[in-house]
């Protein structure tokens, strides 16, 4: 059993920046980066494969970072020019047990944390 804890959030103007952290108790492979999307659904934010490469949706693509610290079980997610439509809850996630690419799917992790809230303002 994998745990996940996510840190980082708040409330920053758009067109500001932060930066949440994810603290897995154990090794792992995959992670992710989910958000909460409308009616209950998980949207996919980004995921790091394996081989240390990123992967993002289209609507974070160039303004979001993801990174991992391998050592300390750490993921990372650097959020710029961050937009009120990045308002919500962010998941991290880790277990995956999907094909290859099919990641987006939030039914293909095991582990989630608890998430912490992003709140961009106008």
């Known amino acids: 059993q994998v745990q996940l804890a996510e840190s980082g959030g708040g409330s920053v103007q758009a067109g500001g920046s932060l930066r949440l952290s994810c603290e897995a108790t154990?090794?792992?492979?995959?992670m992710g980066w989910f958000r909460q999307g409308q009616v209950l659904r998980r949207e996919w934010v980004a995921t790091?494969?394996?081989?240390?490469?990123?992967y993002y949706s289209d609507s974070v693509k160039g303004r979001f970072t993801m990174s991992r610290d391998s050592d300390k079980n750490r993921l990372y997610l650097q959020m710029n020019e961050l937009k009120p439509e990045d308002s919500t809850m962010y998941y991290c996630a880790a277990g995956f047990v999907g094909f290859e690419g099919t990641w987006d799917l939030s039914g293909n992790w095991r582990y989630w944390g608890q998430g912490t809230r992003v709140t961009v303002s106008t």
């Open positions: 790091i494969h394996t081989d240390g490469t990123p």
């Open positions: 154990s090794r792992v492979g995959y």
